[in-house]
T-cell receptor
Framework: DQQVKQNSPSLSVQEGRISILNCDYT??????FLWYKKYPAEGPTFLIS?????DKNEDGRFTVFLNKSAKHLSLHIVPSQPGDSAVYFC???????????FGDGTTLTVKP | NAGVTQTPKFRVLKTGQSMTLLCAQD?????MYWYRQDPGMGLRLIHY???????AKGEVPDGYNVSRLKKQNFLLGLESAAPSQTSVYFC????????????FGEGSRLTVL
């Protein structure tokens, strides 16, 4: 039973356009959500996060939206750049659980 | 600023051999984690530790053991390696806050023949 799902294994967008990466979760106890970015042969690095008490968090070109009723979050990248090409993982945490659950990742390719 | 360091980076084992992966962090983090990543899959939690001297099982603990004798180190052991344990292993750490971001090492690629 996968609690965090990223249903799109890959996404391709043109440079300068918007990239939208989606993530769904099933555990209603999750109350903190994070996005990580991973380049080949490197470890994942933190990108942006959102608490369940918010519905939007913005950091430069990156915005995360949370829809608690739908158990859905999305990451928007505007404008997309070729350097954004990477695998993006969605992760969810439950307070006092001490651990995060990851989705399978979405490979984003931004074409020049 | 080393952050999270994993050794070794690469290792090839024969079925039945044993080995230990070492993770060291210099950020004074309380929580440490071992994940594995297989092709097309996300990061699956093997074991984790919420403090020195403590360990707990994650999603896929079978075939692995861990120890956290010092706060800065988290060891992952394979007592009898199997081909199914061929994977990339990532260590991560974070502060004591449950909602804090994870800091990952660069990964250790293990192949079991």
């Amino acid at each position: 039973d996968q609690q965090v799902k990223q249903n799109s294994p890959s996404l391709s967008v043109q440079e300068g356009r918007i990239s939208i990466l989606n993530c769904d979760y099933t555990n209603s106890m999750f109350d903190y959500f994070l996005w990580y970015k991973k380049y080949p042969a490197e470890g994942p690095t933190f990108l942006i996060s959102i608490s369940s008490i918010k519905d939007k968090n913005e950091d430069g070109r990156f915005t995360v939206f949370l829809n608690k009723s739908a158990k859905h979050l999305s990451l928007h990248i505007v404008p997309s750049q070729p350097g954004d090409s990477a695998v993006y993982f969605c992760a969810a945490s439950e307070a006092n659980a001490g651990k995060s659950t990851f989705g399978d990742g979405t490979t984003l390719t931004v074409k020049p | 600023n080393a952050g999270v360091t994993q050794t070794p980076k690469f290792r090839v084992l024969k079925t039945g051999q044993s080995m230990t992966l070492l993770c060291a962090q210099d950020m004074n983090h309380e929580y440490m984690y071992w994940y594995r990543q297989d092709p097309g899959m996300g990061l699956r939690l093997i074991h984790y530790s919420v403090g020195e001297g403590t360990t707990a099982k994650g999603e896929v603990p079978d075939g692995y053991n861990v120890s956290r004798l010092k706060k800065q180190n988290f060891l992952l052991g394979l007592e009898s390696a199997a081909p199914s344990q061929t994977s990339v292993y990532f260590c991560a750490s974070r502060t004591g806050w449950d909602t804090g971001e994870l800091f990952f090492g660069e990964g250790s690629r293990l192949t079991v023949l």
